[in-house]
Nanobody, 120 residues
Framework: QVELVESGGGSVQSGGSLRLSCAAS??????????MAWFRQAPGKEREEVAR???????RYLNSVRGRFTISQDNAKNTMFLQMNALKPEDTAMYYC????????????WGQGTQVTVSS
């Protein structure tokens, strides 16, 4: 079982920045094929994957955040980050950290979520 705890959400104005963190339990890096990701869900909208990163640092982004958001990780500290710059009101959502045993299953485990609110 992998435990994930997000932090760093909050309220900012359009154009502002936030940095989300996800602290994972020690077992997360026991498997070098593991994947971690950030998902988000806004009220009335479907959940979407924002970004993902594998153990070796290969990254993938949702088109609408590419160039504004940066996903990174510190394997030694079992922590993943999402640096969000140039935030827009449409980025407002609950953001979730996820992890899984493979790129094909990156959301087996979920954190409790952290709210990001961007005002215009």
């Amino acid at each position: 079982q992998v435990e994930l705890v997000e932090s760093g959400g909050g309220s900012v104005q359009s154009g502002g920045s936030l940095r989300l963190s996800c602290a994972a339990s020690d077992s997360i890096n026991a498997d070098s094929s593991r994947c971690m990701a950030w998902f988000r869900q806004a009220p009335g909208k479907e959940r979407e994957e924002v970004a993902r990163i594998d153990y070796n640092g290969i990254k993938r982004y949702l088109n609408s955040v590419r160039g504004r958001f940066t996903i990174s990780q510190d394997n030694a500290k079992n922590t993943m980050f999402l640096q969000m710059n140039a935030l827009k009101p449409e980025d407002t959502a609950m953001y979730y950290c996820t992890a899984g045993p493979a790129l094909s299953w990156c959301n087996k485990y979920w954190g409790q979520g952290t709210q990001v609110t961007v005002s215009s």
